[in-house]
């Protein structure tokens, strides 16, 4: 016991003082995915390799709908990987706190 206790007194504080003073993240670290519209062709691709289904794409007459709800998105980046014009980047951004799931829906609408 005395053992744990001298390796935690050894160690000391490892923990940051957030919110206060901005955390950074870590190299690699997978955020809020961003689509970028002006480059995004809604071919679905991205939706089509979602294993969420927090990305989906709809077809509503002659208007195509993208879209993304971080409600159920796990941050894998496989949308990030397959869409072939690189409309959607990971972001550092992981602070998504907001009063109603529709602050964390992002739509994409265009007519064809």
């Not at 206060?20 to 691709?45: M, N, W, Y």
């Not at 796990?74 to 869409?83: N, Q, T």
């Not at 072939?84 to 992981?94: G, V």
């Amino acid at each position: 016991m005395f053992d744990i206790l001298k390796m935690t007194i050894k160690t000391g504080v490892v923990t940051t003082k957030y919110p206060e003073k901005e955390d950074h993240v870590s190299e690699g670290f997978r955020g809020r995915p961003q689509i970028l519209p002006e480059k995004c062709t809604l071919c679905g691709a991205c939706a089509e390799a979602c294993p969420s289904g927090a990305l989906w794409l709809e077809k509503n007459g002659c208007e195509m709908t993208l879209t993304l709800s971080y409600c159920g998105c796990i941050f894998c980046g496989r949308c990030e990987e397959v869409c072939p014009n690189q409309a959607i980047k990971l972001t550092r951004e992981f602070e998504m706190a907001s009063k109603t799931k529709d602050d964390l829906v992002t739509i994409i609408r265009r007519r064809s």
